[in-house]
């Protein structure tokens, strides 16, 4: 019996060649702070291991003014920033509504392959996150849980698979 499987077909893809980024990382939390923030660490971790730079980090206070003026300080500086935190369903998460109002547009495909990467690993659960990525000054800047194994999942298994890629996008 003949079976079809489809394959993954190429798609045009660029990017810029032995791209080492500058990150900025900033977790958004009421109750955690640098001594304590694991998905911070874990991020910074990532990065640094994949030969990036993280050139700036931070833990704020879930404030929309502060969380929209910190990612820009740290755009001044950074290729991308990565944000942990605030991207729950409660009243205080508000990493969203923050970035997305100072965004040129939002990368929808980010959320949509992370709540399908996280939802093989953690179930119907993964719907209570609204993880996803926006483009603020011709930048990325990634929205993450604040949990370690989502911070992990977005940076292992997305940012730095195509961070390159992104970033070759972005500045032609």
């Known amino acids: 019996m003949f079976m079809w499987i489809p394959r993954r077909r190429a798609m045009h893809h660029h990017e810029t060649k032995n791209f080492a980024g500058k990150f900025g990382v900033i977790t958004c939390s009421s109750t955690r702070t640098q001594e304590d923030d694991d998905s911070g660490k874990t991020i910074m971790e990532l990065l640094e291991n994949a030969g990036h730079e993280v050139v700036s980090y931070e833990v704020i206070k879930d404030d929309e003014k502060l969380i929209r003026k910190t990612v820009l300080d740290f755009l001044e500086d950074s290729d991308a920033v990565i944000v942990s935190g605030g ?68 940076v292992s298994r997305i940012i730095l698979e195509q961070i390159s890629h992104i970033h070759h996008e972005l500045n032609r």
């Open 87 to 154: 991207t729950g369903i409660t009243k205080h998460d508000l990493t969203i509504q923050a970035v997305s109002s100072i965004s040129e547009y939002e990368m929808t495909g980010f959320g949509h392959l992370f709540a399908t990467l996280s939802y093989q690993e953690i179930g119907t659960n993964a719907a209570l996150s609204r993880a996803t990525a926006f483009v603020v000054q011709r930048k990325p800047v990634f929205c993450l849980p604040g949990s370690p194994a989502g911070a992990n999942l977005g």
